[in-house]
Protein backbone atom coordinates (compact mmCIF):
# COMPACT_ATOMS: atom_id res chain seq x y z
CA UNK A 1 0.00 0.00 0.00
CA UNK A 2 0.91 3.87 -0.42
CA UNK A 3 3.11 5.09 2.01
CA UNK A 4 0.78 8.84 1.63
CA UNK A 5 -3.01 9.16 2.60
CA UNK A 6 -5.11 8.47 -1.08
CA UNK A 7 -7.20 11.35 -1.51
CA UNK A 8 -9.32 9.93 -4.48
CA UNK A 9 -10.60 7.75 -2.28
CA UNK A 10 -13.93 8.93 -1.01
CA UNK A 11 -13.51 7.09 2.66
CA UNK A 12 -9.71 5.31 3.41
CA UNK A 13 -11.75 3.40 6.47
CA UNK A 14 -14.94 2.30 4.46
CA UNK A 15 -15.48 -1.15 3.43
CA UNK A 16 -17.51 -2.10 0.52
CA UNK A 17 -21.06 -3.98 1.05
CA UNK A 18 -24.20 -5.52 -0.42
CA UNK A 19 -27.39 -4.43 1.45
CA UNK A 20 -28.78 -7.13 3.42
CA UNK A 21 -32.50 -6.91 3.96
CA UNK A 22 -33.02 -7.54 8.54
CA UNK A 23 -35.24 -10.72 7.12
CA UNK A 24 -31.65 -12.30 5.58
CA UNK A 25 -29.90 -11.35 8.90
CA UNK A 26 -29.08 -14.07 11.06
CA UNK A 27 -29.83 -12.10 14.17
CA UNK A 28 -29.68 -15.33 16.06
CA UNK A 29 -25.93 -15.98 15.10
CA UNK A 30 -24.88 -12.59 15.18
CA UNK A 31 -26.25 -12.14 18.73
CA UNK A 32 -24.41 -15.66 19.49
CA UNK A 33 -21.18 -14.24 18.48
CA UNK A 34 -21.37 -11.02 20.48
CA UNK A 35 -22.62 -12.48 23.75
CA UNK A 36 -19.10 -14.90 23.17
CA UNK A 37 -16.88 -11.64 23.06
CA UNK A 38 -18.49 -9.83 26.22
CA UNK A 39 -16.35 -11.45 28.78
CA UNK A 40 -13.09 -10.87 26.56
CA UNK A 41 -14.34 -6.93 26.54
CA UNK A 42 -15.15 -6.93 30.79
CA UNK A 43 -11.62 -8.24 31.29
CA UNK A 44 -9.96 -5.36 29.43
CA UNK A 45 -12.28 -2.82 30.95
CA UNK A 46 -11.54 -3.77 34.14
CA UNK A 47 -7.60 -4.45 33.52
CA UNK A 48 -4.74 -2.09 34.18
CA UNK A 49 -3.33 -3.17 30.67
CA UNK A 50 -3.94 -5.20 27.95
CA UNK A 51 -4.43 -5.50 23.88
CA UNK A 52 -7.56 -6.02 22.10
CA UNK A 53 -8.38 -6.25 18.38
CA UNK A 54 -11.15 -4.46 16.45
CA UNK A 55 -11.53 -4.75 12.99
CA UNK A 56 -14.22 -2.26 12.12
CA UNK A 57 -16.36 -2.26 9.21
CA UNK A 58 -17.95 1.31 8.41
CA UNK A 59 -20.18 0.65 5.66
CA UNK A 60 -19.52 2.69 2.44
CA UNK A 61 -22.36 5.05 2.30
CA UNK A 62 -23.72 4.71 5.81
CA UNK A 63 -21.95 8.21 6.72
CA UNK A 64 -23.02 10.04 3.66
CA UNK A 65 -26.09 10.21 1.80
CA UNK A 66 -26.93 6.86 2.51
CA UNK A 67 -28.21 8.15 6.14
CA UNK A 68 -31.06 9.74 4.88
CA UNK A 69 -33.10 6.45 3.76
CA UNK A 70 -32.92 4.54 7.41
CA UNK A 71 -33.92 1.40 5.63
CA UNK A 72 -31.16 1.87 3.44
CA UNK A 73 -28.81 2.87 6.33
CA UNK A 74 -29.94 -0.50 8.41
CA UNK A 75 -29.24 -2.74 5.37
CA UNK A 76 -26.09 -1.54 4.72
CA UNK A 77 -25.40 -1.80 8.39
CA UNK A 78 -26.39 -5.40 9.09
CA UNK A 79 -24.77 -6.62 5.64
CA UNK A 80 -21.40 -5.01 7.47
CA UNK A 81 -22.21 -7.25 10.38
CA UNK A 82 -23.04 -10.50 8.86
CA UNK A 83 -19.04 -10.10 7.39
CA UNK A 84 -17.54 -8.96 10.50
CA UNK A 85 -18.07 -11.93 11.87
CA UNK A 86 -15.43 -13.94 9.30
CA UNK A 87 -12.66 -11.57 10.39
CA UNK A 88 -10.37 -12.32 13.49
CA UNK A 89 -11.40 -9.37 15.91
CA UNK A 90 -12.28 -8.83 20.02
CA UNK A 91 -15.06 -6.92 19.80
CA UNK A 92 -18.03 -6.97 17.48
CA UNK A 93 -18.90 -4.14 15.69
CA UNK A 94 -22.33 -2.26 16.16
CA UNK A 95 -25.90 -0.37 14.44
CA UNK A 96 -25.24 3.39 14.22
CA UNK A 97 -28.58 5.92 13.55
CA UNK A 98 -26.12 7.86 11.84
CA UNK A 99 -28.04 11.13 10.36
CA UNK A 100 -25.20 14.00 9.71
CA UNK A 101 -23.61 15.90 13.01
CA UNK A 102 -24.62 19.42 12.42
CA UNK A 103 -28.34 18.51 14.30
CA UNK A 104 -27.78 21.23 16.79
CA UNK A 105 -28.67 23.69 13.94
CA UNK A 106 -31.89 22.43 13.84
CA UNK A 107 -32.89 23.79 17.26
CA UNK A 108 -32.35 27.57 16.10
CA UNK A 109 -34.57 26.84 12.72
CA UNK A 110 -32.29 25.60 10.14
CA UNK A 111 -32.61 22.31 7.94
CA UNK A 112 -30.09 20.10 6.52
CA UNK A 113 -28.89 20.91 3.16
CA UNK A 114 -28.26 17.79 1.29
CA UNK A 115 -25.58 17.31 -1.84
CA UNK A 116 -25.80 14.76 -4.30
CA UNK A 117 -23.14 11.93 -2.85
CA UNK A 118 -22.45 13.70 0.50
CA UNK A 119 -24.09 13.76 4.02
CA UNK A 120 -25.87 16.43 5.00
CA UNK A 121 -24.26 19.85 5.18
CA UNK A 122 -25.33 23.38 7.55
CA UNK A 123 -24.99 26.67 6.88
CA UNK A 124 -23.87 29.00 10.31
CA UNK A 125 -26.92 30.92 10.88
CA UNK A 126 -25.29 33.69 13.51
CA UNK A 127 -22.26 36.22 13.12
CA UNK A 128 -21.86 35.74 16.88
CA UNK A 129 -22.47 33.92 19.87
CA UNK A 130 -24.40 36.84 21.58
CA UNK A 131 -27.25 36.23 18.34
CA UNK A 132 -27.22 32.37 19.25
CA UNK A 133 -28.25 33.56 23.39
CA UNK A 134 -31.15 35.86 22.24
CA UNK A 135 -32.68 32.87 20.08
CA UNK A 136 -34.93 30.18 22.35
CA UNK A 137 -34.04 26.64 20.95
CA UNK A 138 -36.60 23.78 20.31
CA UNK A 139 -34.90 20.71 21.74
CA UNK A 140 -33.38 18.49 19.60
CA UNK A 141 -35.76 15.71 19.85
CA UNK A 142 -38.45 18.36 18.81
CA UNK A 143 -36.75 19.05 15.53
CA UNK A 144 -37.47 17.16 12.16
CA UNK A 145 -33.67 16.07 12.20
CA UNK A 146 -33.93 14.84 16.39
CA UNK A 147 -37.34 13.26 15.65
CA UNK A 148 -35.78 11.41 12.72
CA UNK A 149 -32.60 9.70 14.62
CA UNK A 150 -35.46 8.51 17.58
CA UNK A 151 -37.32 7.32 14.96
CA UNK A 152 -34.24 5.47 13.33
CA UNK A 153 -33.50 3.97 16.51
CA UNK A 154 -36.41 2.55 17.26
CA UNK A 155 -37.02 1.05 13.60
CA UNK A 156 -33.08 -0.27 14.37
CA UNK A 157 -34.62 -2.24 17.61
CA UNK A 158 -37.91 -3.27 16.06
CA UNK A 159 -35.93 -4.67 13.24
CA UNK A 160 -33.18 -6.35 15.24
CA UNK A 161 -35.63 -7.28 18.24
CA UNK A 162 -33.17 -5.67 20.46
CA UNK A 163 -30.84 -8.34 20.19
CA UNK A 164 -27.83 -6.21 18.41
CA UNK A 165 -25.40 -3.39 19.86
CA UNK A 166 -26.74 -0.08 19.13
CA UNK A 167 -24.54 3.51 19.48
CA UNK A 168 -25.99 6.60 20.44
CA UNK A 169 -25.87 8.86 17.25
CA UNK A 170 -22.38 10.76 16.21
CA UNK A 171 -21.91 12.74 19.40
CA UNK A 172 -20.24 16.60 18.58
CA UNK A 173 -18.36 18.15 21.56
CA UNK A 174 -19.62 21.42 22.83
CA UNK A 175 -17.21 23.57 20.85
CA UNK A 176 -17.62 21.71 17.84
CA UNK A 177 -21.16 22.01 17.60
CA UNK A 178 -20.77 25.93 18.31
CA UNK A 179 -18.77 25.97 14.91
CA UNK A 180 -22.06 25.07 12.66
CA UNK A 181 -24.08 27.69 14.36
CA UNK A 182 -21.56 30.28 13.27
CA UNK A 183 -18.24 30.76 10.97
CA UNK A 184 -15.44 29.31 12.44
CA UNK A 185 -13.37 32.45 11.44
CA UNK A 186 -15.69 34.28 13.75
CA UNK A 187 -15.66 31.78 16.88
CA UNK A 188 -12.33 31.43 16.90
CA UNK A 189 -12.17 35.65 17.37
CA UNK A 190 -14.95 35.54 20.17
CA UNK A 191 -12.78 33.46 22.01
CA UNK A 192 -10.72 36.33 22.44
CA UNK A 193 -12.71 39.28 22.25
CA UNK A 194 -16.16 37.72 24.07
CA UNK A 195 -15.34 34.29 26.12
CA UNK A 196 -18.17 34.96 28.28
CA UNK A 197 -20.73 35.06 25.69
CA UNK A 198 -18.80 31.50 24.11
CA UNK A 199 -18.95 30.65 27.71
CA UNK A 200 -22.46 30.55 27.67
CA UNK A 201 -23.24 29.59 24.40
CA UNK A 202 -21.70 26.33 24.96
CA UNK A 203 -23.37 25.77 27.62
CA UNK A 204 -26.53 25.92 25.77
CA UNK A 205 -25.40 23.81 23.25
CA UNK A 206 -24.33 20.81 26.35
CA UNK A 207 -27.39 21.31 27.68
CA UNK A 208 -29.74 20.38 24.43
CA UNK A 209 -26.76 17.81 23.71
CA UNK A 210 -27.20 16.24 27.33
CA UNK A 211 -31.21 16.36 27.18
CA UNK A 212 -30.63 14.49 23.71
CA UNK A 213 -28.19 12.12 24.47
CA UNK A 214 -30.71 10.80 27.93
CA UNK A 215 -33.58 10.31 25.58
CA UNK A 216 -31.47 8.07 23.05
CA UNK A 217 -29.90 6.48 25.97
CA UNK A 218 -33.67 5.64 27.51
CA UNK A 219 -34.52 4.19 24.01
CA UNK A 220 -31.66 2.21 23.02
CA UNK A 221 -32.04 0.34 27.05
CA UNK A 222 -29.24 -2.59 27.13
CA UNK A 223 -28.40 -2.56 23.57
CA UNK A 224 -26.25 0.43 24.74
CA UNK A 225 -22.54 0.14 23.04
CA UNK A 226 -19.99 2.10 24.29
CA UNK A 227 -18.88 4.71 23.88
CA UNK A 228 -20.23 5.34 20.42
CA UNK A 229 -19.51 6.77 17.09
CA UNK A 230 -15.84 6.48 15.83
CA UNK A 231 -14.85 4.50 18.77
CA UNK A 232 -14.21 0.35 19.19
CA UNK A 233 -17.78 0.08 21.24
CA UNK A 234 -19.33 -2.98 23.25
CA UNK A 235 -21.88 -2.95 25.99
CA UNK A 236 -19.09 -3.94 28.57
CA UNK A 237 -17.58 -0.49 27.92
CA UNK A 238 -18.84 2.83 29.61
CA UNK A 239 -18.22 6.37 28.54
CA UNK A 240 -19.61 8.96 26.10
CA UNK A 241 -17.88 9.56 22.93
CA UNK A 242 -17.71 12.94 21.63
CA UNK A 243 -15.33 14.19 18.87
CA UNK A 244 -13.78 17.76 20.04
CA UNK A 245 -11.45 18.51 16.71
CA UNK A 246 -11.40 22.05 16.99
CA UNK A 247 -10.25 21.77 20.75
CA UNK A 248 -6.61 21.26 19.59
CA UNK A 249 -7.00 24.92 17.40
CA UNK A 250 -6.84 26.79 20.88
CA UNK A 251 -4.79 27.28 23.65
CA UNK A 252 -4.62 25.57 26.94
CA UNK A 253 -6.11 28.05 28.48
CA UNK A 254 -8.37 29.00 26.45
CA UNK A 255 -10.16 25.14 26.15
CA UNK A 256 -10.07 24.95 30.05
CA UNK A 257 -11.42 28.21 30.42
CA UNK A 258 -14.52 28.06 27.92
CA UNK A 259 -14.94 24.31 27.01
CA UNK A 260 -12.96 21.66 29.16
CA UNK A 261 -16.09 22.12 31.67
CA UNK A 262 -18.55 21.12 29.61
CA UNK A 263 -16.89 17.87 28.33
CA UNK A 264 -16.24 17.01 31.77
CA UNK A 265 -20.31 17.50 32.23
CA UNK A 266 -20.87 15.40 29.45
CA UNK A 267 -18.27 12.59 30.79
CA UNK A 268 -20.02 13.04 34.12
CA UNK A 269 -23.41 13.25 32.95
CA UNK A 270 -22.76 9.56 31.26
CA UNK A 271 -19.85 7.76 32.63
CA UNK A 272 -16.53 9.29 31.47
CA UNK A 273 -15.63 11.40 28.79
CA UNK A 274 -14.17 9.89 25.94
CA UNK A 275 -12.15 12.25 23.75
CA UNK A 276 -11.50 12.30 19.68
CA UNK A 277 -9.58 14.60 16.91
CA UNK A 278 -9.10 13.78 13.71
CA UNK A 279 -5.82 14.77 12.13
CA UNK A 280 -2.37 14.91 14.53
CA UNK A 281 -3.26 16.07 18.19
CA UNK A 282 0.29 15.32 19.47
CA UNK A 283 1.11 18.21 21.16
CA UNK A 284 -2.17 18.26 22.95
CA UNK A 285 -2.11 15.04 24.80
CA UNK A 286 -1.64 17.01 28.44
CA UNK A 287 -4.71 19.15 27.11
CA UNK A 288 -6.81 16.44 26.84
CA UNK A 289 -5.35 14.07 29.76
CA UNK A 290 -6.74 17.05 32.10
CA UNK A 291 -9.98 16.28 31.33
CA UNK A 292 -11.64 14.87 34.77
CA UNK A 293 -12.98 11.25 34.32
CA UNK A 294 -11.14 10.81 30.58
CA UNK A 295 -11.79 6.84 30.07
CA UNK A 296 -10.51 6.69 26.33
CA UNK A 297 -9.09 8.91 23.25
CA UNK A 298 -9.04 8.12 20.00
CA UNK A 299 -6.19 9.10 17.52
CA UNK A 300 -5.29 7.91 13.48
CA UNK A 301 -1.78 6.10 12.70
CA UNK A 302 -0.22 5.65 9.26
CA UNK A 303 -0.75 7.34 6.54
CA UNK A 304 -3.48 5.35 4.87
CA UNK A 305 -5.32 6.36 7.85
CA UNK A 306 -5.78 10.21 7.94
CA UNK A 307 -3.36 12.86 5.86
CA UNK A 308 -2.05 14.02 9.34
CA UNK A 309 -1.18 10.83 11.68
CA UNK A 310 -0.11 11.39 14.84
CA UNK A 311 3.49 9.72 16.30
CA UNK A 312 3.22 6.27 17.40
CA UNK A 313 5.83 6.29 20.02
CA UNK A 314 4.89 9.46 21.76
CA UNK A 315 1.18 8.22 21.82
CA UNK A 316 2.38 4.91 23.84
CA UNK A 317 4.47 6.59 26.15
CA UNK A 318 1.92 8.85 26.95
CA UNK A 319 -0.53 6.99 27.91
CA UNK A 320 1.61 3.77 29.26
CA UNK A 321 0.40 3.61 32.80
CA UNK A 322 -2.28 6.19 32.50
CA UNK A 323 -5.43 3.61 32.70
CA UNK A 324 -6.75 5.07 29.53
CA UNK A 325 -7.54 3.22 26.75
CA UNK A 326 -6.34 4.11 23.65
CA UNK A 327 -8.07 3.36 20.58
CA UNK A 328 -5.68 3.46 17.73
CA UNK A 329 -7.09 3.34 14.60
CA UNK A 330 -4.25 1.86 11.65
CA UNK A 331 -5.48 1.55 7.80
CA UNK A 332 -3.13 -0.61 5.91
CA UNK A 333 -1.21 -4.32 5.55
CA UNK A 334 0.44 -6.33 8.05
CA UNK A 335 3.62 -4.84 7.27
CA UNK A 336 2.20 -0.93 7.80
CA UNK A 337 0.31 -2.47 10.70
CA UNK A 338 3.01 -4.28 12.44
CA UNK A 339 5.15 -1.14 12.27
CA UNK A 340 2.68 1.04 13.66
CA UNK A 341 1.44 -0.65 16.74
CA UNK A 342 5.26 -2.04 17.27
CA UNK A 343 5.83 1.13 17.81
CA UNK A 344 2.66 2.11 19.81
CA UNK A 345 2.96 -1.03 22.09
CA UNK A 346 4.16 -1.07 25.47
CA UNK A 347 3.94 -2.84 29.17
CA UNK A 348 1.23 -0.62 31.03
CA UNK A 349 -0.88 0.54 28.19
CA UNK A 350 -4.49 -0.25 27.56
CA UNK A 351 -4.56 -0.41 23.49
CA UNK A 352 -7.72 -0.98 21.35
CA UNK A 353 -5.93 -1.98 17.88
CA UNK A 354 -8.20 -1.09 15.34
CA UNK A 355 -7.61 -2.30 12.39
CA UNK A 356 -9.08 -2.74 8.44
CA UNK A 357 -7.49 -6.31 6.93
CA UNK A 358 -8.17 -6.33 3.45
CA UNK A 359 -10.01 -9.74 3.30
CA UNK A 360 -9.71 -12.67 6.07
CA UNK A 361 -6.41 -13.78 5.36
CA UNK A 362 -4.91 -10.39 6.39
CA UNK A 363 -6.48 -9.85 8.94
CA UNK A 364 -6.06 -13.00 10.18
CA UNK A 365 -2.25 -12.24 10.09
CA UNK A 366 -2.69 -9.02 11.49
CA UNK A 367 -4.51 -10.04 14.66
CA UNK A 368 -2.50 -12.96 15.48
CA UNK A 369 0.73 -10.66 14.93
CA UNK A 370 -0.79 -7.93 17.34
CA UNK A 371 -1.89 -10.40 20.17
CA UNK A 372 2.16 -12.10 19.63
CA UNK A 373 3.26 -8.92 19.99
CA UNK A 374 1.63 -8.28 23.05
CA UNK A 375 2.48 -11.61 24.73
CA UNK A 376 -0.69 -13.19 24.26
Known sequence: MSASFDTSLRDAQSTYVKPLSSDQFD????????????????????????????????????????????????????????AS?????????????????????????????????QAPAVNPQFESCAEILKHEPLPIEKTSVGRHMLEMIEYFLDKTKGRVPISYTDIQSPFNMLSYLLPITNLFLEIYDDPEQVRAAAGVCTNLLIDFVRKQKDLIGDCLALPGHGFASSRAFAGIGFS?????????????????????????????????????????????????????????????????????????????????????????????VQEQFGRIWRPGLKLIAVTYGRDVQEQTQIYNMLHEMAGE
Open 244 to 336: DDNAIMISADDYGEIFKPYDELLGAEFGGAVFHSCGNWENKIDLVQAIAGLRTVDAAFGAQTDPSPNDPEIFGREFACSQIVLNARCVGDLRQ
Open 27 to 82: LSAYAEYESALLERNRNFASASEGLLVYRRFRADGVFYDKCADRKQSLELQLSALA
Open 85 to 117: MDYPADIANFLEPWYGIGYISACFGSEYTWHPG
